[in-house]
């Protein structure tokens, strides 16, 4: 059976250090005018929530949509790490980042879920591709992150319990490629079962 989440899966963004220095000069603007000094979290709901090897439908209004590549640190009993785990954070592309909008990150099917956990391993050393239509689009390499793991892990905990079944993603490379309906994604890591979904045109 294809691995789930049984509780709630968080994203977080500029957590990799080229999108945090990409984004750097906007962040002194109105209205926030300094950067972010907790990571910024935000949910990806149930219904977004898709195994691999399933379609994710994408609706006629979105021509494109940003494929965010990532691994999840799933949480255990009393706070521990069970594993980790491939994930495809999809959403609409959008130019808020202090923010997300869950309109355009919360559309049903929009995040893509690898088939099993990888129990161990260290996070700082993990790395990912992501081939469209075979095509290699995009690589990350989490020894880049602004925040590591434990870190993240912990400035979390500072304000909310992660529960047994919650999944914390640790955030996603700048450069996410664009994928459109009709093409497949696939993202593998060393140690992981890959991750592979089809996006499909959402039926009228």
Known sequence: ???LPTGTVYGVLLNFRAEFDALAPRMHEPPYKAPPKAPVLYVKTANTWTPSGGAIAVPARVPEVEVGATIGMVFGEAGRVAGYVLMNDLSVPHASFFRPPVKFKCLDGFLGIGPALREGGDPDGFSLEVRIDGELRHTADF??????AAQLRADVGEFMTLRAGDVLMLGCNAGRPLAKAGQ????TAPGFEPLANTLVQEAA
């Open 1 to 3: 059976m294809s691995f």
């Open 143 to 148: 020894s880049q992150l602004v925040r590591s």
């Open 184 to 187: 497949r994604i696939e993202i």
